[in-house]
Nanobody, 118 residues
């Protein structure tokens, strides 16, 4: 599975961005797609995930109510709509995927930078 993330950029606090992650190499039935982020000097953290088949969704507490994860089966693409952005959302955002039930995410995209100015 190859993942290509895009959509990052510079935005003012309170603004919005939509990240995309296009998957190739296989269809994603039975897979979980996740978004993670890593800020400078910090560990990578979980942001959101979606189970491709049942649309089961999880969010980190820090983004609940502001971020929305979704997927387009026809395009084999997962999105992360980010609203009400805060400076603390500044990070490199990564998409990743794993087989449902697996402990670790096996495939990772290259990351896209999101910078939120105050």
């Amino acid at each position: 599975v190859q993942l290509q993330a895009s959509g990052g950029g510079l935005v003012q606090a309170g603004g919005s961005l939509r990240l995309s992650c296009a998957a190739s190499g296989r269809t994603l039935g039975g897979y979980v797609m996740g978004w993670f982020r890593q800020a400078p000097g910090k560990d990578r953290e979980f942001v959101a995930s979606i189970f491709w088949t049942s649309i089961s969704i999880r969010y980190a507490e820090s983004v609940k109510g502001r971020f929305t994860i979704s997927r387009d089966s026809a395009k084999n693409t997962v999105y992360l709509q980010m609203n009400s952005l805060k400076p603390e959302d500044t990070a490199v955002y990564y998409c990743a995927t794993k087989v449902s039930g697996a402990l670790e995410y096996a495939y990772w995209g290259q990351g896209t930078q999101v910078t939120v100015s105050s």
